[in-house]
């Protein structure tokens, strides 16, 4: 069974920065994709970024030029870089990988922005 645990959610001022990773206990070399999704509360779960293997990454518009995703292969960690944080970043974001065919979940860290 592969464990993803994500770590470095907080509380931070709007227009603040923080830097999510996500342990995996597989290597994260051999994984089809890895990503980060959000959800805040009342909405649905939405994707945020991922990166896929070649190490090719893609944003959702609302963090585009913000946030940055990254992979450490040698630590198994993939990170999220979150820049000028807004109020609406406000979520639980969930860190989640594809090792074909089977997709795998973290258990979520809470990142709350200020205003």
């Known amino acids: 069974q592969v464990q993803l645990v994500e770590s470095g959610g907080g509380l931070v001022q709007a227009g603040g920065s923080l830097r999510l990773s996500c342990a995996a206990s597989?290597?994260?070399?051999?994984?089809?994709?890895m990503a980060w999704h959000r959800q805040a509360p009342g909405k649905q779960r939405e994707w945020v970024a991922s990166i896929i293997s070649g190490d090719a990454t893609n944003y959702a518009d609302s963090v585009k030029g913000r946030f940055t995703i990254s992979r450490d292969n040698a630590k198994n960690t993939v990170y999220l870089q979150m820049n000028s944080l807004k109020p609406e970043d406000t979520a639980v974001y969930y860190c989640?990988?594809?090792?074909?065919?089977?997709?795998?979940w973290g258990q979520g860290t809470q990142v709350t922005v200020s205003s």
């Open positions: 597989r290597s994260v070399f051999s994984s089809n994709a």
């Open positions: 989640n990988a594809v090792w074909a065919p089977h997709v795998y």
